[in-house]
């Protein structure tokens, strides 16, 4: 089947669970080869089954910098080229919990997986794609980058600095023909928020519109689509994906 993912190559980080496995199963039922990287790798051959031609398992720990490398070398062996990047991996640390009661060490935990991990796959894969003239890079950011949600200090404040780098590598490479974009979900039912305190998810859904969470179909349709490369005049942009909670 002819589609706009056909014969392309993607990686996709925390690819095992939430948003990451639903998105590189919707860009693999579309004809992507796709490197399929997270740290628990039991876990990526327990959910991806059948397309072993155009799947490629690779375990990462995205905070590792020459771990990232090697894996994306070893895509790049595997299919000879990098197309898309989504990077999906990520933790909401502690919650519920003032400011003041953060622990640094949870602060750092969260901002080396949220952030550190994105830079170190775009650091990796900017080369392969600069080299073809051609990418896309998705970072998974969220609203409360946008927003800041009350409880989240970590978690918020890491997903603002990756909201602030897809502005920045935006800029950098828009004559490059790669598109560097950020998206930003609201609450969406995943088993990063399924594990959450209810309080805390409450307060997220209450500020919501439509009040109601997102769920993974719409999150991937439209990570599809900011990758695909009929999205070609828009880069260092956050899309909305937060049921009207934000609107700029």
């Not at 095992?16 to 990287?37: C, D, M, T």
Request: charged content about 20%; some cysteine.
């Amino acid at each position: 089947m002819q589609t706009g993912f056909n014969a392309q190559v993607a990686i996709i980080t925390g690819a095992a669970s939430g948003l990451g496995l639903v998105i590189a199963h919707k860009l693999l039922n579309e004809g992507a080869y796709v490197g399929l990287f997270d740290v628990n790798i039991e876990a990526l051959r327990e959910e991806f089954i059948g397309n072993p031609d155009k799947e490629e398992f690779v375990s990462v720990d995205v905070t590792d910098p020459a771990m990232v490398e090697k894996g994306v070398e070893q895509v790049v062996a595997r299919f000879g080229k990098i197309d898309i990047l989504i990077n999906c991996a990520g933790i909401t640390g502690a919650t519920n919990i003032k400011s003041h009661e953060v622990d640094p060490e949870n602060m750092r935990k969260v901002f080396e997986i949220n952030f550190m991990g994105s830079f170190n796959t775009s650091k990796a894969v900017l080369p392969h794609m600069l080299a073809n003239g051609y990418g896309r890079i998705l970072h998974i950011a969220s609203i409360a980058g946008k927003e800041g949600n009350a409880g989240m200090l970590a978690y918020s404040a890491s997903k603002a600095a990756v909201i602030g780098m897809a502005k920045v590598q935006g800029k950098e490479y828009a004559e490059t023909g790669v598109s560097i974009n950020a998206l930003a979900p609201a609450v969406i039912r995943t088993p990063l928020v399924e594990a959450m305190p209810d309080t805390q998810v409450q307060y997220m859904t209450d500020k919501i519109p439509m009040r109601r969470c997102g769920t993974l179909e719409e999150a991937a349709n439209m990570a599809a689509f900011i990758v695909s490369a009929e999205n070609s005049f828009t880069t260092g942009f956050t899309f909305d994906l937060s049921g009207g909670r934000a609107t700029y």
